[in-house]
């Protein structure tokens, strides 16, 4: 039977393998070079025991809560990000969202699936969802492409149409916490009729971009309200610009 492997020598034959981070040569067609590697910043240990930020101090004992989780405690059950956001992070994101390369999804997946936990039973596999118009102009959603190869990975089922965005929202950077909050008040919603998929349910919700946050909380707002009892947020990169 014929399978992928099964053509991989005239792939790279037509198409030789490139680092999609820099364009230098690389072995296989589904990596990056030693250098790019190298530069992609993972999050590390000691971190908080609610969010996973990482902490600067080793002095910090095993379920330490960070500043921001004491001051408002997230309605999410932990965060598991491939990578910080950095400059090799971005050239990632970058030819991967807006450069129409989907075939990097499985890589990304990868990175993001080995710093998931142990899941014990059953999970739904969740995108963050993007507007139609938004998705009518690029053409797929990121996020979804990586939710079912997350899915593939860890043998889970994918639900990409669990949450509905039903209206435009503007560019978060540079808003206040109460400004995000304004723009994304009733924005993103559970698909009518979904709520019986989720209920009881435990929930990886996948972006490929976390920044503040504010995006993936309205997300998880919405999966706890639809009756989820876990939601694990799930991203390749994470901003935190203080843990790099």
Not at 30 to 42: F, R, S, T, V
Not at 92 to 120: N, Q, S, T, Y
Not at 135 to 162: P, T
Not at 198 to 223: N, P, R, W
Request: one cysteine or more; a positive charge.
């Amino acid at each position: 039977m014929l399978t992928r492997q099964s053509f991989a020598p005239l792939i790279d034959l037509l198409y030789p393998p490139r680092c999609p981070a820099c364009g230098a040569g690389i072995a296989a067609q589904d990596g990056l070079c030693a250098l790019c590697w190298g530069e992609l910043a993972i999050p590390g240990e000691p971190a908080c025991a609610r969010c996973q930020r990482p902490f600067a101090s080793d002095s910090l004992g095993e379920g330490a809560i960070c500043a921001p989780c004491l001051a408002s405690p997230p309605r999410h059950d932990g965060i598991a990000a491939a990578t910080l956001y950095n400059d090799a992070s971005r050239r990632l994101v970058l030819g991967f969202k807006h450069g129409r390369r989907i075939g990097m999804a499985a890589m990304l997946a990868r990175l993001i699936a080995a710093r998931l936990p142990i899941l014990e039973g059953e999970w739904l596999v969740v995108p963050v969802p993007l507007h139609r118009w938004r998705l009518w102009q690029r053409g797929y959603n990121q996020s979804a492409l990586l939710a079912r190869e997350i899915a593939r990975i860890r043998g889970q089922r994918v639900l990409v149409d669990g949450l509905l965005r039903t209206k435009a929202t503007p560019s978060l950077g540079g808003l206040g916490r109460k400004a995000r909050a304004r723009a994304l008040s009733g924005a993103i919603i559970v698909r009518p009729g979904g709520a019986a998929r989720l209920q009881g349910s435990k929930v990886i919700l996948v972006d490929d971009v976390m920044t503040s946050g504010a995006t993936s909380a309205a997300c998880v707002s919405a999966l706890k309200r639809a009756g989820a009892e876990k939601v694990l947020v799930a991203c390749f990169a994470r901003v935190l610009d203080e843990a790099l």
